[in-house]
């Protein structure tokens, strides 16, 4: 390169707008955060809700942030990108934010227009759609959650008057939309284009060509066109089969362009969203993707401070055995394979849902972080240990581990695990765990003392990982490969938690340098995509269906090669001082990593072998107890 370049991703997360801006090694120059707003419901504490004019206002903010604290110019930003939640946003015909709102509002022209991931309204329609059997919800792991779009979406036909629901176009805040003043990608480009990744592994929509295996309602081998029209009308959204699906963006080749990950949306940056964004009009946008897909991509491709003399950088196709885990409130699962992989109970396989032919499958706990800070907070002790920490200028967590190394001195205990050995804990609170689906709670409080705490603290952490174990053995069950788990998000920080994951999952833990950062880091590396597919075009745009897959196939080895980091060789000189090896690398844009190995004890492995058939035990328990309950409803 003649000079320096930069790219800019944009992160929408459930609490907040981020962007960062990074170079072409894949440093962050500069960071900014803004918090966006969540609606709630006094009376009902299953609604979630959000503005995409908040959204949108929020991430310029931080765009005008990173520009002026790393005294980067415009010029010199040669690609942007979004992630975002896979939440659903409605605007009208004319691009208008329309009111998700239950009550007399809903349907009318209103500023809270998004329905969060997190938002629950849809639990009946979730349960109807899931008991029709048909052959989409292959591609969900056999059952569709309530955070989805399709239930959300059939919540709000049956809520809204005919000729309110006939009026929106409904998409996922990080997509396009054929709608115009619409935010993120479509309003930073004016493209009607979609992202396959939003639509394929939220929407409902499998990608035309392929094998819907049988369908369990047909009998039948079928081939998907896209959109399922059976699925559709079957369920009650037969009003966007008969508009050739134009509100959820439309067929493909037809009256929509679906684009798979990074691609160049349009002719880039509008005039107008590059002057509300202070970047240069035509700077080239990838299409987005899911933030968790954003995270798989910022970690997936690094290298890492235990590898051998040996090792060399990594292939596209050895991504199949690296597990990426986003971990913040929630955790994410999601690994790539060269062929669609069929797991029960985990949402996918999605096909082209970041590479073209290749697919993700997607596992997921729905309350981890959220778990964490449930059981201590709503412990007796809390505000104790809150005060110690204050007292001794320290955080909780610090005390809870002293208190736990105090606790196994006095008992004896070579490890946390074995002081709690008779303590299990089923971590399913928030009832979405995507193998399980239902909340449960093995634990008792024993007292109220901080000594108690530090052992809940600690079981927590370990049933995380317990859980963390079953998604990967059904996915091995079923035929992945995986050896290491790549983290991001605040949870990587918790080194008790990642020390737990690599022994119980008995596979190296990968945690990078800025965990918190991947997200917009993944995003970043979709922008340095779009502006060399943009290059490589001449800045002529994406126009037909033919022209992104040809385009797409043709590239998709150039966004892992910006991924991927490289050897150019490797010193190891003579240990004579220090005893320590050094080595020369070369990255593109994934910083190098470091592991976590498996440390237990033979004895301590033992345990959480036990403790794991337990927490298997526990399932079929809550599911005979649930089958009990329910006999005698009837």
Not at 279 to 288: D, N, Q, R
Not at 386 to 415: H, T, W
């Amino acid at each position: 390169m003649s000079e320096q370049e930069y790219y800019i991703g944009f992160d929408v997360g459930t609490g907040s707008a981020r962007a960062a801006l990074l170079d072409s090694r894949g440093r962050i120059l500069a960071d900014s955060m803004e918090n966006t707003i969540t609606y709630r419901d006094e009376s009902d504490h299953r609604i979630f809700e959000q503005s995409t004019a908040n959204i949108w206002s929020c991430l310029a903010k931080c765009c005008k942030s990173v520009l002026s604290q790393s005294g980067v110019s415009p010029e010199a930003i040669k690609g942007v990108s979004f992630d975002a939640t896979c939440s659903l946003a409605v605007v009208d015909r004319d691009g208008k934010t329309i009111s998700v709102t239950k009550g007399q509002g809903l349907g009318k022209e209103g500023d809270r227009n998004v329905i969060l991931w997190a938002d629950h309204r849809a639990e009946k329609e979730a349960e109807e759609i899931n008991q029709t059997g048909e052959g989409v919800l292959n591609f969900v792991g056999g059952a569709m959650s309530l955070e989805m779009e399709i239930p959300k979406t059939l919540w709000l036909k049956r809520h809204m008057s005919v000729q309110d629901f006939e009026a929106v176009h409904l998409f996922d805040p990080s997509d396009e939309a054929e709608c115009p003043s619409l935010a993120v990608t479509y309003r930073a480009t004016g493209s009607s284009a979609r992202s396959n990744c939003s639509l394929t592994c939220k929407f409902s929509y499998v990608p035309p060509g392929t094998d819907m295996a049988a369908n369990t309602v047909t009998g039948k081998v079928e081939t998907s066109k896209g959109w399922s029209e059976s699925f559709l009308t079957r369920i009650g959204l037969e009003s966007l089969v008969k508009r050739n699906y134009e509100q959820i963006g439309g067929s493909p080749g037809e009256n929509g362009l679906i684009l798979t990950a990074g691609q160049p949306v349009g002719n880039g940056l509008t005039a107008s969203a590059a002057s509300e964004f202070g970047l240069k009009e035509g700077t080239p946008v990838g299409s987005a993707v899911i933030d968790a897909y954003a995270g798989w991509i910022g970690t997936i491709a690094a290298s890492h401070d235990h590898e051998t003399e040996t090792e060399k950088a990594p292939s596209l196709a050895d991504s199949s055995s690296r597990l990426a885990a986003v971990a913040g409130t929630s955790t994410c699962h999601l690994v790539q394979s060269d062929h669609g992989i069929l797991v029960n109970g985990v949402w996918g396989p999605y096909r082209h849902a970041v590479f073209p032919d290749y697919w993700m499958n997607e596992g997921g706990q729905s309350s981890t972080g959220q778990l964490i800070d449930f059981i201590m907070q709503t412990h007796p002790a809390y505000n104790k240990v809150l005060d110690m920490a204050k007292q001794r200028s320290s955080n909780v967590f610090d005390i809870l581990e002293e208190k736990l190394e105090e606790l196994k001195k006095d008992r004896g205990c070579g490890s946390s695990t074995e002081l709690t050995k008779n303590l299990h804990l089923y971590p399913d609170l928030h009832g979405l765990s995507i193998v399980h689906h239902s909340p449960f709670l093995l634990l008792m409080l024993h007292d109220p003392g901080v000594g108690d705490l530090a052992m809940k603290f600690h079981v927590t952490l370990e049933a995380i990982a317990l859980q963390t174990r079953h998604i990967l053995d059904e996915m091995h069950a079923k035929g992945h490969r995986i050896n290491a788990i790549y983290m991001s998000g605040s949870q990587a920080k918790n080194k008790p938690l990642m020390e737990l994951l690599a022994s119980v999952c008995n596979v190296k833990v990968i945690i990078p340098p800025n965990p918190s950062a991947a997200v917009v880091a993944g995003s970043a590396m979709l922008g340095r995509y779009a502006h060399e597919v943009a290059q490589e075009r001449n800045g002529k745009p994406i126009l037909t269906q033919v022209e992104q897959e040809e385009s797409a196939k043709k590239s998709r080895e150039a966004l892992w090669r910006i991924m991927v980091w490289n050897f150019v060789g490797k010193l190891f000189p003579q240990r004579i001082a220090t005893k320590m090896s050094c080595r020369i690398i070369q990255v593109e844009m994934t910083p190098e990593g470091k592991a976590v190995l498996p440390a237990a004890t033979d004895y301590e492995q033992r345990l959480l072998d036990v403790k794991y058939k337990i927490f298997r035990e526990s399932i079929d328990v809550q599911r005979k107890w649930r089958t009990m309950v329910e006999d005698v409803a009837k």
